[in-house]
């Protein structure tokens, strides 16, 4: 994996963590793993290309995908 891709699943963990926190839920109900890293791979940059990543999560991508996005910018 390259230096980029860990960086964004870095920054996707502990989003997903620091969510699943606020909202006392496990972090893997917020976001499953392989869906994580789709999304890590995929590095969308907009709303659609993140809605075809989680096209199997279409009530999380709702929910969560302006976080998602946001914090995929850093």
């Known amino acids: 994996m390259n230096e980029r891709l ?3 699943l870095d920054l ?9 926190k606020a909202m006392g839920l496990e972090s893997d109900v917020i976001l ?3 869906t ?4 890590a791979e995929a590095n969308p940059k907009n ?3 993140l809605a075809a990543v989680m ?4 009530w999380r991508c709702e929910h969560f ?3 998602i ?3 995929l910018k850093h």
């Open 6 to 8: 860990l960086n964004r």
């Open 12 to 20: 996707l963990k502990n989003w997903r963590k620091a969510t699943g």
């Open 32 to 34: 499953p793993r392989d």
């Open 36 to 39: 994580l890293m789709a999304i």
């Open 47 to 49: 709303a659609s290309e």
């Open 55 to 58: 096209v199997d999560n279409p």
């Open 65 to 67: 995908g302006s976080e």
């Open 69 to 71: 996005l946001r914090v």
